[in-house]
């Protein structure tokens, strides 16, 4: 299968990749590990007549720890966090959903950034960066600016980022030091998209929870947060109760279709199910 | 667009257009036929090849994003016609039946296996899980994947 035909650049550097995204607008689509991008090119579902190629910009591949955030850029592969220490010891969600994103292969292209800005409502990492309140850092030739998650997901395949801005990186706070976290998904094969997927993050201080974080996967038309689960747990110490009753609210805050992967009843129990599976997960594992 | 490629060793140079994909330049510019198109759309993985060293789906790249970049097929895997110990492995461990899957199969084995020499079973499952064979279940191939994993640590001891 062959895409259209398209004009394509591969700037060195990112004041040349923002003029290009500044002058061409909607006509240009970034290039970053291509596992979206080229496979809807090839269906033709996708014919952008010009392509910013950021493969070769240095700098974007940076995973650190600064100024209170973990900074992601925009060429960190999934391969790359994987294998990243200081997110195994200490973005505990980050680190259980890394391998469970399409397969091997693919991880060695695919970006963290990517797949955010790629806004599949089946996408793994949206709900990851709801859990744990992360932002996407987006700039264009009249600046930067930093957008939170929420409202950087914007609806199926929809992003709030502007025809002529670069997601430079996508931030996520600091855990502080006594956390815990995971990704539960539930997939029909290795590769395959979420039938259900749930990123839980939890933040607590002497046994009181402080922060609490549940992103849904596949379970509406973009990847959900369970704001009024997060919110019963915030303030309370984890008991059977407590999960129990924060898993039944994130189950009524998913939106399932019905579809090959189940039905949207079974969809909903299995959140259920993952979200009370992954407060227990994270409450019986947490760093401190 | 003019692109040089070193692909098996060799720099390679071609006019080819951006939306070539890298398995229609391997297969068809340079005529290295073993890399295959089966899928086509990023799930099977007989397509892929090693781009600096790491396995990538060759379907799913256009053949400019590797200009200046180095490719491995398995037509660079043997040395002075000596079989790198995984595709030896491959044969001794009858790890391919139709062998539509194998090079891909050997390519991610290889570069696996010098990252990780000593894995485990389930690691070795997980490693070739982008990569679908419809003939061996398996098996064989992680048998042969094993067994290249002994012979390579007794080569560099
Ligand atoms: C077989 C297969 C299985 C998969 N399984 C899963 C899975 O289980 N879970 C999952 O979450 N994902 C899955 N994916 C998707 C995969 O993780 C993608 O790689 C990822 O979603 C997109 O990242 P990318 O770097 O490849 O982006 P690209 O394909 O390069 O780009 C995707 C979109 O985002 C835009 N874009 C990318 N980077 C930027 C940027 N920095 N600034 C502005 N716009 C940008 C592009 O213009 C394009 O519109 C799968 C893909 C395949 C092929
Ligand atoms: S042909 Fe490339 S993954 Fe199947
Ligand atoms: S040997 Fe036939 S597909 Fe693997």
Redesign the interface.
Same mark, same amino acid.
């Given at each position: 299968m062959f895409p259209s035909q398209f004009t394509y650049h591969a700037p060195a550097t990112l004041g040349e990749a923002l003029a290009l995204l500044a002058e061409h607008g909607d006509d240009a689509k970034v290039l970053a590990g291509g596992q979206s991008l080229i496979p809807l090119m090839k269906l033709r579902f996708a014919a952008p007549p010009i392509i910013v190629d950021i493969n070769r910009i240095p700098g974007l591949d940076t995973i650190a720890e600064e100024g209170g955030s973990l900074r992601v850029g925009a060429l960190v592969r999934n391969r790359a966090i994987e294998r990243s220490d200081v997110i195994t010891s200490r973005y505990p969600t980050m680190a259980a959903a890394a391998p469970m994103i399409s397969d091997p292969v693919v991880r060695n292209q695919g970006t963290f950034v990517g797949s955010l800005c790629h806004a599949d409502p089946q996408g793994d990492w949206g709900s990851v960066m709801l859990a744990l309140d992360g932002s996407v850092v987006a700039r264009s030739v009249a600046g930067e600016r930093v957008i939170p998650i929420g409202e950087f997901l914007d609806g199926p395949f929809t992003s709030t980022l502007r025809a002529d801005e670069l997601a430079v990186e996508a931030r996520v706070p600091d855990p502080g030091s006594e956390f815990a976290g995971t990704y539960l998904k539930l997939e029909r094969k290795v590769g395959d998209f979420a039938t259900v997927g749930v990123a839980v993050f939890l933040a607590t201080s002497g046994g009181t929870v402080t922060k609490a974080g549940i992103g849904l996967t596949g379970v509406g038309a973009t990847n959900i947060k369970a704001t009024a689960a997060e919110q019963a747990l915030v303030g309370g110490t984890v008991s059977d109760a407590l999960i129990e009753e924060a898993a039944r609210l994130a189950a009524e805050a998913a939106d399932p279709r019905t579809d090959i992967r189940g039905s949207a009843d079974y969809k909903r129990d299995v959140v259920r199910v993952y979200v009370a599976r992954g407060l227990r997960a994270a409450a019986a594992t947490p760093v401190a | 667009?003019n692109i040089t490629v070193t692909v098996n060793g060799s720099a390679r140079t071609s006019e080819v257009?951006?939306?070539? %994909?890298l398995v229609h330049y391997i297969r068809e510019v340079l005529g290295l036929r073993g890399a295959h198109v089966g899928c #086509?759309?990023?799930?099977c993985?007989v397509c892929?090849v090693l781009l600096d060293g %790491?396995? +990538?789906?060759s379907?799913?790249?256009?053949a400019?994003?590797a #200009?200046g970049r180095s490719i491995m097929t398995v037509e660079g895997m043997a040395t002075n016609g000596q079989l790198h110990p995984v595709q030896a492995a491959f044969h001794s461990e009858h790890g391919l039946q139709c062998g539509f899957c194998t090079p891909g199969m050997m390519l +991610?084995a290889k570069a696996f296996l010098e990252e990780n020499p000593a894995p485990s079973e389930e690691e070795i499952r997980?490693?070739i899980?982008?990569?679908l064979c419809r003939c061996t279940g398996y098996q064989n191939i992680v048998k042969a994947v094993q067994a290249a994993a002994r012979n390579m640590s007794e080569v560099s001891k």
């Open positions: - | 667009m257009e951006p939306r070539m %994909l #086509d759309t990023t799930s993985g892929t %790491l396995p +990538v789906k379907c799913t790249m256009f400019v994003q #200009d +991610v997980w490693a899980s982008g990569n």
